[in-house]
Nanobody
Framework: EVQLQASGGGLVQPGGSLRLSCTCS????????ISWFRQAPGKEREWVSG????????RYALPVKGRFTISTDNAKNTVYLQMNSLKLEDTAVYYC??????????????????????????WGQGTLVTVSS
């Protein structure tokens, strides 16, 4: 059974930090690209960051570039999203998602395919991040 278990969300003040985790099972971790998406209240879900675990290529959406860092622990089949300098507008439910060859290629060449939800095969359940003073 394929599972993506997202965790690490919570309440944090503006300027604070959180680290999200996405633990994957049921598929070959290195054969999939992993991305984080988020959905803020009243808004559509948007792509945040992606990584190709096999070669370490990373990509970021402009609103989070320089503040968020995506990484993997391949031995633990886990993807992390370190979020620093959090802003009110980062408040959202964060989802991790896994996609196979098309997503890996998209992340490696930075093509728009990595933004498209339909390219992803598996999704986690989401973890809520609330940035509030």
């Amino acid at each position: 059974e394929v599972q993506l278990q997202a965790s690490g969300g919570g309440l944090v003040q503006p300027g604070g930090s959180l680290r999200l985790s996405c633990t994957c099972s049921g598929f070959v971790f290195g054969d999939y690209g992993i991305s984080w998406f988020r959905q803020a209240p009243g808004k559509e879900r948007e792509w945040v960051s992606g990584i190709s675990p096999s070669d370490g290529t990373t990509r970021y959406a402009l609103p989070v570039k320089g503040r968020f860092t995506i990484s993997t622990d391949n031995a633990k089949n886990t993807v992390y999203l370190q979020m620093n300098s959090l802003k009110l507008e980062d408040t959202a439910v964060y989802y991790c998602a896994a996609g196979s060859l098309r997503v890996i290629h998209a992340i490696m060449v930075a093509s728009n395919a990595m933004f498209r939800e339909e390219e992803y095969d598996y999704w986690g359940q989401g973890t809520l991040v609330t940035v509030s003073s």
